[in-house]
């Protein structure tokens, strides 16, 4: 079991879970966290926000029953964590972009982190959220409200990019990218029940083939992906 410290509302329906303890994870990956006992059944996927010295963080959108009950947590409170689960971002070649779309900028932090001389573009719907972390760390982050933040990146000027947010800011990105060489990736989304690859129930096709995306995802190349099968942010 792991220690609370922070469990903080950044916006209507967001937060930042910080939990205490020496984690290590590559960027893209996720855990299963609960607090909970018997119902819901099921653990819920959470990509990590961040580490630190002594900590990780998680940022999450409360939607349902499993992460109103995390919402819940104070500090001092225990809860599960299950992982790092996943293959997470490849380390990417040459200039590299990081965009971000709405609760997609959650495991975009430790991206950030670990790729200083990578841009980072985040784009929100609405007012912007814990984009103050980003700053923090990063020197190159600009943060679009409104419109789509795909009309800010011009794919021909990067190698890499790695990106996560809504399912048609996916589709837009790899349209825009084909034929540019740029290399896309992004973290899908899909239900999940074990997280380790023995049910079968987050599978995706992939290139044609089913594939599990708690195990042979949640990060894929852009160019594999049927946008028809995943879920929306
Ligand atoms: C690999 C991975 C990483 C994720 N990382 C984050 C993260 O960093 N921050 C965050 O806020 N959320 C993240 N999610 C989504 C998060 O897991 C779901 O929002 C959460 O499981 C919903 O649980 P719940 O009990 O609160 O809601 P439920 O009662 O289970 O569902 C409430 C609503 O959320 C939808 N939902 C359930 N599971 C998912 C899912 N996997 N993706 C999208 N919608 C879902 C349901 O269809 C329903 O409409 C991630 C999901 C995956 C697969
Ligand atoms: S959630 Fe069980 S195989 Fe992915």
Redesign the pocket.
């Known amino acids: 079991m792991a220690n609370v410290l922070v469990n903080n509302k950044l916006a209507p329906d ?1 937060y930042q879970l910080t939990v205490e303890g020496e984690y290590h994870a590559s960027m893209g990956q ?1 855990y299963m966290l609960r607090c909970w006992g018997a119902f ?1 059944v ?1 653990s ?6 961040d580490i630190n010295e002594g900590t990780i963080s ?13 919402s819940q947590l104070k500090p001092g409170n225990q809860l599960q964590l299950e992982g790092p ?2 293959r997470g971002f490849p380390e990417p070649e040459g200039r590299t972009a990081i965009i971000g779309g709405g ?1 997609g900028i ?2 975009l932090l430790l991206a950030a982190r670990r790729l200083p001389d990578s841009r980072v573009f985040l784009g929100f719907a609405g007012d912007p959220f814990a984009v103050s972390a980003f700053h923090a760390i990063h020197a190159d982050v600009h943060v679009v409200s409104g419109g789509t933040i795909a009309d800010y990146v011009e794919p021909s000027e990067y190698d890499t990019i790695l990106a996560c947010g809504p399912v048609p800011l996916m589709e837009l990105l790899a349209h825009r990218t084909k034929g540019t060489g740029a290399k896309l990736f992004f ?6 029940a074990c ?1 380790i690859g023995a049910c079968s129930g ?1 599978t995706v096709r992939i290139d044609g083939v089913n594939r599990r ?2 195990v042979e ?2 990060v894929f190349s852009a160019g594999e992906v049927d946008f028809h099968d995943l ?3």
């Open positions: 967001i996720f819901p099921l819920r996927p959470i990509s990590v926000h998680f940022l999450y959108r409360v939607s349902g029953t499993g992460t109103r009950l995390l689960l996943g609760m959650a495991p973290s899908v989304e899909k239900r999940m997280g987050c995306v708690c995802g949640p879920l929306s942010l």
